[in-house]
């Protein structure tokens, strides 16, 4: 069986597939249309409920309800509302890009690792924090930021590692 290769949750309401979620069907932003344009399939109003393992233990399945907006509340928003209805995705990869921002805790108890304002710092174009060969990118240096960003931040610490390991740079003392 061929899995997608990845699935975005992209907030508690919307999955979006790379074949991915995403929130409310109402939030609609040109980079979302384009992704679209580009085969990426959104489900807008589901909520994750379970993931479910394959055969080799990884993440094959993500089990997503249904929801729908209820009434307004006292401040005028419409608050999703499950409907019962479940629908099962398959996914060889899951990235949970839910938007709450960074743990605090990570960085103020990481020895060595500095932070300005709550955030990681780190240097901007290898993401190696004031803690030799520690690396950090996404919300908890930029944020809370889009998915997007986040993972050109991965990518990018990504190779800033690669070369880490494999001394293909000088290592900061």
């Known amino acids: 069986m061929t899995r997608p290769n990845i699935l975005f949750i992209l907030s508690d309401q919307m999955v979006a597939e790379l074949t991915s979620a995403y929130g409310h069907p ?5 980079h979302l249309s384009r992704l679209a344009e580009e085969g990426v399939r959104f489900e ?4 994750p409920v379970r993931f479910e393992p394959g055969a080799d233990g990884a993440v094959a399945r ?3 309800e249904r929801m729908r907006l209820g009434e ?3 401040s005028g928003r419409r608050r999703p509302e499950p409907t019962g209805e479940q629908f099962m995705v398959e996914a060889g990869t899951v990235v949970v890009a839910i ?3 960074a743990d605090e805790d990570v960085a103020r108890t990481a020895a060595g690792v500095e932070t300005h304002r709550s955030l990681v710092a780190v240097d901007p174009e290898t993401f190696e924090t004031t803690r030799p060969g520690v690396f950090a990118g996404g919300d908890c240096v930029n944020g809370a930021d889009l ?3 986040a993972l050109a931040d991965g ?3 990504a190779e ?4 880490y390991l494999t001394n293909e740079v000088e290592v900061a003392a």
């Open 72 to 74: 307004p509340d006292e």
């Open 26 to 30: 109402l939030v609609q932003t040109p």
């Open 155 to 157: 990518r990018r610490a």
């Open 99 to 101: 938007g709450y921002g």
């Open 160 to 163: 800033a590692i690669h070369a």
């Open 44 to 47: 807008y109003l589901a909520s």
């Open 147 to 149: 998915v997007v960003t």
């Open 62 to 64: 993500v089990q997503f």
